[in-house]
């Protein structure tokens, strides 16, 4: 069923009952495409949850993502439209998508364990797709395949589309080359949100992406957007638009 959300802060949503069942029914969801196999279904880390948490079906929210949780709320909050790379289990994508009930996204991600120590997202992502396409319908695009191939075919065909914000959640040392493919797409007043910010090629790519004067830090608490080490929103000061 579709859904409808609008809540004026983060704490409304995470504590709404109705909002924690529709989590709950995307969890089962990505739960059940892992069944039959021989481990126990886990995801790859998210905003929500840690990296192959047996518990992740009825868990609780991890404690100290909570200002990145926080800060994507908000951004979502002040855009129409998210390009995310790095969907997953879809949790920040359904975030994204209960703060604002404007806001469309799309979202691309490889589908394909490319290391062994990842969880099947081969067979959990497709269905986050699903379940994010029916219950927010017309507001979701996905694309299934290498951010690297797929961001420059998708700025291509889409000359005329405008991005006010791409949040980068795949791989960690393709942030430069992702924010360069989609640039051209970028709105001059939008925002880059840069995951696992504190990890050395995260921060590799953002010296990068500062050095060529691409996005830079800039205060954001009137937007209700904290700084925290793991997670940096920077505002696009060089859109290719
Ligand atoms: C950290 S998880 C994303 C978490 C998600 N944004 C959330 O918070 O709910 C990383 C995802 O990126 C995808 N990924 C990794 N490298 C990629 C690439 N080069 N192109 C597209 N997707 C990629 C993985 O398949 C995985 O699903």
């Not at 924690?20 to 059940?32: D, E, F, P, Q, V």
């Not at 997953?88 to 009930?101: D, K, Q």
Request: charged share 25%.
């Amino acid at each position: 069923m579709a859904h409808t959300y609008n809540y004026e802060r983060y704490e409304d949503m995470v504590t709404d009952p109705a909002w924690r069942k529709r989590l709950l029914s995307l969890n089962k969801a990505l739960a059940k495409t892992m069944h039959g196999m021989d481990e126990l279904p886990s995801l790859n880390g998210n905003l929500f949850y840690a990296h192959k948490d047996l518990e992740f079906i009825e868990g609780e929210l991890l404690e100290r993502f909570e200002v990145k949780r926080k800060n994507f709320f908000q951004l979502a909050k002040h855009i129409s439209s998210l390009l995310e790379v790095g969907v997953n289990g879809g949790h920040s994508l359904f975030l994204a998508l209960s703060a604002n009930p404007s806001l469309k996204v799309v979202g691309i991600d490889v589908c394909e364990p490319l290391d062994p120590s990842w969880a099947p997202v081969h067979k959990y992502v497709p269905a986050a797709f699903r379940w994010l396409k029916k219950e927010f319908p017309g507001r979701c695009t996905f694309i299934k395949g290498n951010s690297l191939v797929e961001l420059p075919k998708f700025a291509l065909k889409n000359e005329t589309t405008v991005v006010d914000a791409v949040h980068l959640d795949g791989a960690k040392d393709t942030h430069l080359r992702e924010l360069l493919a989609i640039l051209p797409l970028m709105n001059e007043d939008g925002y880059v949100v840069f995951d696992d910010a504190n990890t050395k090629p995260v921060r590799k790519g953002i010296d990068q992406v500062k050095k060529l004067n691409i996005a830079r830090p800039r205060d954001l608490s009137h937007m209700g957007i904290e700084r925290t080490p793991g997670h940096r929103v920077f505002p696009i000061l060089n859109a290719g638009g």
